[in-house]
């Protein structure tokens, strides 16, 4: 009898141990679930606020002219070239196309150096800058939120 109820102590103590084990597993996952999430969540929020302020300093510098765009990458240091490999070898093409040298532009500078560009040359972009930097407000709030909730 001895033997038997130590065989049950034992067998109950074991199942305890392991129904203990089966929820901190199931609980690691799910916090490792909520993890992944607020990642994914940060990383689209990353990609959307560097989207929106890339539009934010095309949409500035859309306003300048050509010769002022020109100027701009003269006094930054920014290439008003393009290059490609043609045939092995390495041409270099002016760029002349106003759309592609804003990309150019926009890609080489802040939106605090646009800014200042935009304040050079008498371009209105305060109301761009304002909207950018609402949107970037709310979004992070929701960011806030959703890590909140999760």
């Known amino acids: 009898m001895g033997i038997g109820n130590f065989l049950k102590k034992v067998g109950d103590a074991t199942k305890k141990a392991m ?3 089966a929820k901190e597993a199931k609980y690691r996952a799910k916090a490792l679930d909520i993890k992944r999430e607020i990642a994914e969540a940060e990383r ?28 701009v990458c003269a006094a930054k240091g920014i ?10 070898e ?16 926009a890609s080489h500078l802040t939106l605090e150096e646009v800014a200042e560009v935009a304040k050079r040359y008498k371009v209105k972009s305060r109301h761009i800058i304002q909207h950018f930097q609402k949107w970037l407000e709310e979004a992070n709030e929701a ?4 890590k909140e909730q999760t």
């Open 19 to 21: 129904d203990r084990a």
């Open 44 to 71: 689209k929020f990353r990609e959307e606020a560097a989207r929106k302020e890339f539009e934010a300093k095309r949409e500035i510098l859309s306003q300048l002219k050509m010769r002022q765009l020109e100027a």
């Open 79 to 88: 290439p008003t070239y393009r290059t490609q490999i043609v045939n092995g």
């Open 90 to 105: 390495e041409r270099r093409y002016k760029i002349r196309n106003k759309d592609e040298l804003i990309d150019v532009v």
């Open 143 to 146: 960011l806030g939120a959703f």
